[in-house]
């Protein structure tokens, strides 16, 4: 299982981190994925570590978000920098037994966490 934590609404140009925390399994064996849906918008894959440590990012978020894992913690973090407006959106992680990314079809979703940007 895992639960998403970490949202909020903070201004343009601010930063969140997000969590996601796992129970059942480690995340070290794991490739972990961030989703996020925006009102009216079809959710969309933005960020993936995989149990080998590999790190992938949509060109919408590269270069201002940065996925990361504690395995002591047992949970997959989402650090958002320079945030935009137009990353309001509903985030949500999940996750696959070894290297190869989770995709939106397959698997369960948990609640997700909101993330709104606004001045």
């Known amino acids: 299982q895992l639960v998403e934590s970490g949202g909020g609404s903070v201004q343009p140009g601010g930063s969140l981190r997000l969590s996601c925390a796992a129970s059942?399994?480690?995340?070290?064996?794991?490739?972990i994925r961030w989703f996020r849906q925006a009102p009216g918008q079809a959710r969309e894959a933005i960020s993936c570590?995989?149990?080998?440590?590999?790190?992938y990012y949509a060109d919408s978020v590269k270069g201002r978000f940065t996925i990361s894992r504690d395995n002591i913690k047992n949970t997959v973090y989402l650090q958002m920098n320079s945030l935009r407006p137009e990353d309001t959106a509903v985030y949500y992680c999940?996750?696959?037994?070894?290297?190869?990314?989770?995709?939106?079809?397959?698997?369960?979703w948990g609640q997700g966490t909101q993330v709104t940007i606004s001045s």
């Open positions: 999940k996750g696959r037994r070894g290297n190869y990314c989770p995709d939106l079809y397959s698997g369960s």
């Open positions: 059942g399994f480690t995340v070290d064996s794991y490739a």
């Open positions: 570590i995989s149990a080998d440590g590999n790190t």
